[in-house]
């Protein structure tokens, strides 16, 4: 079971990318999932997470901005991005908290490999 994130680039500030993050493995279920990015020298921070049943909270300095989706039959989370700006710039990695396999294995706290993005002119 591991997650694979997907989506990143360079992109002009106003501009729009879509982040995507796929679990792969035999997943029974994920319970909250969810993007952080960290930027040089910073802290890794809280960008947007949701629940199984679509509840969702935003990091303040993104909300109107980005809207994190799943799509709950394919295992994957997706971000999408608009009106970015040179502060978005960062590292972003996906993570789902918990996931069961149809073993009833359970995986606690996994991180995706991480995707840049870079917002400049």
């Known amino acids: 079971v591991q997650l694979q994130a997907s989506g990143g680039g360079l992109v002009q500030p106003g501009g729009s990318l879509r982040l995507s993050c796929a679990a792969s493995g035999s997943i029974f279920s994920i319970d909250v999932m969810g993007w952080y990015r960290q930027a040089p020298g910073e802290q890794r921070e809280l960008v947007a997470r949701?629940?199984?049943?679509?509840?969702?909270n935003y990091a303040v300095s993104v909300k109107g901005r980005f809207t994190i989706s799943r799509d709950n039959a394919k295992n994957t989370v997706y971000l999408q991005m608009n009106s970015l700006k040179p502060e978005d710039t960062a590292v972003y990695y996906c993570?789902?908290?918990?996931?069961?396999?149809?073993?009833?294995?359970?995986?606690?706290?996994?991180w995706g490999q991480g995707t840049q993005v870079t917002v400049s002119s």
């Open positions: 993570n789902a908290d918990i996931m069961r396999d149809y073993s009833g294995s359970y995986y606690y706290d996994s």
């Open positions: 949701i629940t199984s049943g679509g509840s969702t």
